[in-house]
C-alpha cells in the first residue's frame, strides 16, 4: 500500500526556514517523481514543486510563486522528500502535501499544516 | 498554464437527486492525467476519479467521470448525506504546474 507521511509543520516568523518531509512507502520511489501541492486556509490547491528521478538527474521544477526561495530535494536511501522553505511569507500559510503519480494514479500524503504568522 | 474552471460554483441539492459537476480547461488534456477530489472541512482530499473516467479504490459506484479533451463532468447519483462537500477538478498532463479547479461546493438544499 502506498504511503506519504508528511512532518514538520508548525508555526514560523515572516522571512524564517522551515524544512518538511514527506517518508514514502509501499512503492519503488527511487523510480518515481515526487510533487509538493499546498492548499491555503479556505482556498483551492496549488502545485508547488517536483523532483524527478536519479534518471532524470533529479530535475527540481517550481511555482513562479516559491521559485527562489523553496528548494525541493530528495533521499532515495532513505524514502524520503523535502521541502526547505526560505524567506516564508504570511502567503505561504498552507497545508502542504506530497504526491506522486503512478501509472496515472494519484496518491497523497495527509498534510502538514505550515503557518507563517509574526 | 492549464486554466480549469468548474461550474457551477454551488450546487444545492436534496438527498436522492443527482449531481453534475463540470470543468473545463482551457486546453485539451490528456484523459489518463485528469482526476476529481473530494474533500470535506479538515481533511485532505479523496480521489474519486482518475483516468477522466476510472474509479479510485473503494469510491462507490454512485460517482462516474466523463470527458475528454477540454470538457470533463462527474456525476454523483442519488446524492447521499456524506456526499455533500468541496469537489476539485485536477489535471497533472505533461509538464508542470499541475492545476486545479477552483472547486464546487455541493449543498443539502
Known amino acids: 500500500e502506498v504511503q506519504l507521511v508528511e512532518s514538520g509543520g508548525g508555526v514560523v516568523q515572516p522571512g524564517r526556514s522551515l524544512r518538511l518531509s514527506c517518508a514514502a512507502s509501499g512503492f519503488t520511489f527511487s523510480d518515481h517523481y515526487m510533487d509538493w501541492v499546498r492548499q491555503a486556509p479556505g482556498k483551492g490547491f496549488e502545485w508547488v514543486g517536483r523532483t524527478k528521478n536519479k534518471e532524470k538527474t533529479y530535475t527540481t521544477e517550481y511555482a513562479a510563486s516559491v521559485k527562489g526561495r523553496f528548494t525541493i530535494s530528495r533521499d532515495d536511501s532513505k524514502t524520503s522528500l523535502y521541502l526547505q522553505m526560505n524567506s516564508l511569507k504570511t502567503e505561504d500559510t498552507a497545508v502542504y502535501y506530497c504526491?506522486?503519480?503512478?501509472?496515472?494514479?494519484?496518491?497523497w500524503g495527509q498534510g502538514t499544516l505550515v503557518t507563517v504568522s509574526s | 498554464e492549464i486554466v480549469l474552471t468548474q461550474s457551477p460554483g454551488t450546487l444545492s441539492l436534496s438527498p436522492g437527486e443527482r449531481a453534475t459537476l463540470s470543468c473545463r480547461a482551457s486546453q485539451s488534456v490528456d484523459s489518463k492525467y485528469f482526476a476529481w477530489y473530494q474533500q470535506k472541512p479538515g481533511q485532505p482530499p479523496r480521489l474519486l476519479i482518475y483516468?477522466?473516467?476510472s474509479r479510485a479504490t473503494g469510491i462507490s459506484d454512485r460517482f462516474s467521470g466523463s470527458g475528454s479533451g477540454t470538457d470533463f463532468t462527474l456525476t454523483v447519483s442519488r446524492l447521499e448525506s456524506e456526499d455533500f462537500a468541496v469537489y476539485y477538478c485536477?489535471?497533472?498532463?505533461?509538464?508542470?504546474?499541475?492545476?486545479f479547479g477552483q472547486g464546487t461546493k455541493l449543498d443539502i438544499k
Open positions: 485536477h489535471q497533472y498532463d505533461g509538464s508542470p504546474p499541475y492545476t
Open positions: 483516468g477522466a473516467s
Open positions: 504526491a506522486t503519480f503512478i501509472s496515472g494514479y494519484p496518491y
